[in-house]
């Protein structure tokens, strides 16, 4: 299990939307949700689970004293409020060292956020954010299989388990897809992320990645995103970074790749960040090539959003 950042106790209220329940039982900006139908609040997740259903018995810490409200509601009726964060007990974080980690490539005089370095799953099922599956517990395990947390979010960048064992700097390799396929099994979807490191990740290796991860039937979609590197790599891994060559070159195998996918699964399945086609001096594709932009927060597409947003904007006429 990771350690947990910024560990406390229930939902603490960052904004209470006027008129709404929560206004109404005179609830304000740094009170607390304790519990829920007598259940101790760990994240966003649970409080939803919880808050479903029209007799809902909540207990607050308000004003310096702890408070139990009675609410009937419409059954779909929200609490009204915003929090500070969608997990309520500490970001999990995450146990690796990843040789290409961009979170300890950060410049110092940052805001604290950018330096935590989250590998929660529940954070992948809220917010999209790409976890390395390799610290769930049995608690976990069980909790993702009863409340049906799909789709989730996974940094797979090599399904070879040795490969992913030294890009995530685990010495005796990893066993993801022992984690996918039991994913698979109860029914939970997965888009996935390979962050590409020359030399380490890409060749053979991607080829089996692409082919591995597409054979799942919850895989829904696999982004290929080349290694960025900065100047504060104190004490990491020399990495290279991908040439325009090497960009090319990729670019066209994804591009064979697709048509594959496309015949077998009815999508094309696996794209490419926007930066390939950059590095390569490319158009990037047609927005129809996107399909519904799956891996849109991971710079899948980001350009060509623009440039038909552009193209269809009713520019003002020059004086």
Excluded at 52 to 81: N, Q, R, S
Excluded at 92 to 102: D, E, H, K, L, T
Excluded at 193 to 220: H, W
Excluded at 273 to 282: K, N, Q, T
Aim: with cysteine; net charge negative.
């Amino acid at each position: 299990m990771g350690e947990r950042e910024g560990e406390g106790l229930g939902a603490v209220i960052g904004e209470v939307e006027p008129g709404g329940i929560a206004a109404g039982l005179g609830l304000a900006p740094g009170d607390r949700i304790l519990r829920l139908n007598g259940r101790r609040l760990t994240d966003l997740i649970r409080l939803r689970w919880e808050w479903a259903g029209e007799d809902v018995l909540l207990e607050a810490e308000a004003g310096g004293a702890v408070k139990t409200f009675p609410i009937k509601k419409e059954y779909d009726a929200g609490l009204g409020v915003r929090f500070e964060t969608p997990v309520f007990d500490g970001v999990r974080r995450c146990g690796n060292r990843c040789r290409f980690c961009f979170v300890d490539q950060m410049p110092p005089g940052c805001r604290p956020s950018l330096y935590v370095k989250d590998d929660d799953f529940r954070l992948s099922f809220l917010q999209g954010s790409f976890v390395t599956l390799t610290n769930l517990g049995a608690g976990d395990w069980r909790r993702i299989e009863r409340e049906r947390l799909s789709p989730l979010y996974v940094s797979v960048h090599a399904t070879d388990p040795v490969v992913r064992g030294q890009l995530l700097g685990r010495p005796g390799g990893d066993s993801l897809m022992a984690v996918l396929r039991r994913l698979d099994r109860a029914g939970i979807e997965f888009h996935g992320q390979v962050v590409l490191c020359p030399g380490d990740n890409d060749g053979p290796v991607l080829e089996r990645t692409a082919a591995e991860f597409g054979a799942l039937a919850g895989s829904l979609s696999l982004a290929v995103v080349p290694v960025g590197l900065t100047g504060w790599r104190e004490g990491l891994p020399a990495l290279r970074t991908v040439s325009s060559t090497q960009a090319g070159e990729i670019i066209d195998w994804a591009e064979g790749r697709q048509a594959e996918f496309l015949a077998a699964k009815g999508s094309r399945f696996l794209w490419l960040s926007d930066e390939f086609y950059c590095l390569a001096g490319r158009p990037v594709p047609e927005a129809v090539t996107y399909e519904d932009y799956p891996q849109w927060e991971n710079g899948v597409g980001l350009i060509r959003g623009l440039l038909d947003e552009a193209a269809g904007y009713a520019w003002p006429a020059r004086q």
